[in-house]
C-alpha cells in the first residue's frame, strides 16, 4: 500500500482537528477511540478508505483529517447527511445571510412537525421552528443543503434529553439546568451552522457519502475498510430506528410519509439491519468480509459483550487475510433508556486484518 498522506508528525494536528467535531451523542459513536483508530490507520497507510456503518460521521473525519479520501456510508438519512457535511464540505457552506435567512420567518404555511409531535417532542416554539427552517432547507442543495440538515438534526438531537427519541411528553425531570436542553432550538441551529462551518477543509481528495445497506455496498478495492456495525447483544438487537427516528425523519422531512400513528412518540417502522440481530449478524459479517476481501486491509470495530465473539471475529477474517491483529480497550457501556441505565464495562475491539 502507497504511503498516506499523513505523516507521523501530523498525527497530532489530525487529532488535534477531529476533537473539534460536531459531536452528536450517538450510541456506538468512536469519538473516545479516536487516538487508537488514527494510530492503526496511519500504521496501514493507503489513500483510500471506506466507513461503511458511518453513525454520527466521526471516524470518516477523521480520515479525512489524515489525508484519505472518503466514501462513507449508512443505512440512515441522517447518517448520510451527518457525513455528507463534515466530509464533503471542503469550505464553509452556511453563509450569515443563509443563516440569517434559515432563522428567518417561514417561507411557507407547512405544519407537519407542529402537528405531528405536539406534546410528543420539544416546545411549541421549537417545533414551529424545525418547519419553518425546512422550509427553506427545502429549496437548497448538495452539500450546502446537507450542512444545513446536519445543523438542524444536531440541534434536535441536543436538545431532547439524553440524545434519544425513546422518551417523550412531559421530560422536565431530566432537566438538570444543563444548557443544551434550555437553549431555543433557533441558537442551537446557529451554533452548530457556525460548527459545521468550522470544521469544512479541504484535503485534496474527493469524498463520497451514501446512504444504505452496506451488505449492497459495490465491491471496491479501498485501501482501508472500516467497519463498525451495530453490535449485535446476546438478547434484545441494537435498534438504531427506536432511538433516533425523529433524526431519520427530519433528515428528510418524513418524505415516506410512514409515521406509525399508534406509537406513543410517532415513530418510523422499524428498519430492518442483518447487522442488528444475534441470528443473523454472522452471516452479515461474512459476507462483508468476503466483499471487501481485496481491500488493503480490514478494520473491523466490536464489543466484547456481542456477538459474534473474538474468536469467531478471527478466524473469519482469517479466512480474508493473512494476518489477524486485535487491540483491546476498556470501555464503558450506558445500556437501557432510563435516566438509571446500567454502566457496564466492557471492552472494545479493533480487528486489524491485512495482508
Ligand atoms: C456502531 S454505529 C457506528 C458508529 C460510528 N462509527 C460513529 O463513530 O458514530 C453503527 C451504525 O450502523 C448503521 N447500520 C445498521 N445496520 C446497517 C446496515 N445494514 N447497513 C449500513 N449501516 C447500518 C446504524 O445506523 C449505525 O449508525
Not at 449508512?74 to 450569515?96: C, F, H, Q, T
Not at 478466524?315 to 464503558?332: D, M, N, Q, R, Y
Request: hydrophobic share 40%.
Amino acid at each position: 500500500m502507497p504511503a498516506l498522506a499523513a505523516p507521523a508528525a501530523d498525527l497530532r494536528t489530525a487529532l488535534e482537528r477531529a476533537a473539534d467535531y460536531p459531536r452528536l451523542r450517538y450510541m456506538g459513536s468512536k469519538y473516545k477511540l479516536a487516538p487508537a483508530l488514527a494510530q492503526v490507520f496511519r500504521d496501514l497507510g493507503g489513500e483510500t478508505f471506506l466507513d461503511a456503518f458511518s453513525g454520527s460521521g466521526f471516524v470518516g473525519y477523521l480520515a479525512k483529517s489524515m489525508g484519505y479520501a472518503v466514501t462513507s456510508n449508512d443505512y440512515m438519512g441522517y447518517g448520510r447527511a451527518i457525513a455528507s457535511a463534515a466530509i464533503g464540505a471542503s469550505e464553509p457552506l452556511l453563509s450569515p445571510d443563509l443563516i440569517e435567512q434559515i432563522t428567518g420567518p417561514a417561507a411557507d404555511d407547512r405544519s407537519f412537525i407542529q402537528d405531528t409531535f405536539e406534546n410528543v417532542f420539544f416546545t411549541a416554539d421549537d417545533r414551529k421552528f424545525l418547519d419553518s427552517a425546512w422550509s427553506h432547507i427545502d429549496s437548497l442543495d448538495g452539500h450546502t443543503k446537507d450542512a444545513a440538515l446536519a445543523a438542524l438534526i444536531l440541534s434536535a438531537a441536543r436538545k431532547q434529553p439524553r440524545g434519544v427519541f425513546t422518551i417523550s411528553g412531559d421530560l422536565s425531570h431530566y432537566d438538570d439546568g444543563r444548557r443544551d436542553l434550555r437553549l431555543p432550538m433557533r441558537e442551537h441551529f446557529i451554533e452548530h451552522a457556525a460548527a459545521y462551518n468550522r470544521i469544512a477543509f479541504d484535503n485534496k481528495r474527493d469524498h463520497q457519502a451514501f446512504k444504505g445497506d452496506a451488505l449492497e455496498l459495490e465491491k471496491t478495492a479501498y485501501d482501508v475498510v472500516y467497519l463498525d456495525p451495530p453490535y449485535a447483544p446476546p438478547s434484545d438487537d441494537a435498534d438504531y430506528t427506536k432511538r433516533y427516528h425523529f433524526l431519520e425523519g427530519l433528515s428528510d422531512y418524513w418524505a415516506a410519509g410512514e409515521i406509525m400513528e399508534h406509537t406513543k412518540t410517532k415513530k418510523i417502522p422499524k428498519r430492518h439491519s442483518a447487522f442488528a440481530s444475534k441470528r443473523t449478524a454472522a452471516e452479515a459479517l461474512r459476507a462483508t468480509f468476503e466483499k471487501f476481501s481485496d481491500a488493503g486491509a480490514l478494520v473491523v470495530s466490536y464489543s466484547s459483550n456481542s456477538v459474534p465473539g473474538m474468536d469467531w471475529m478471527i478466524a473469519e477474517l482469517g479466512k480474508v487475510k493473512a494476518s489477524v491483529e486485535v487491540h483491546k480497550i476498556p470501555h464503558t457501556y450506558s445500556f437501557g433508556t432510563h435516566g438509571t441505565a446500567l454502566r457496564r464495562q466492557a471492552h472494545e475491539y479493533i480487528f486489524v486484518a491485512k495482508d
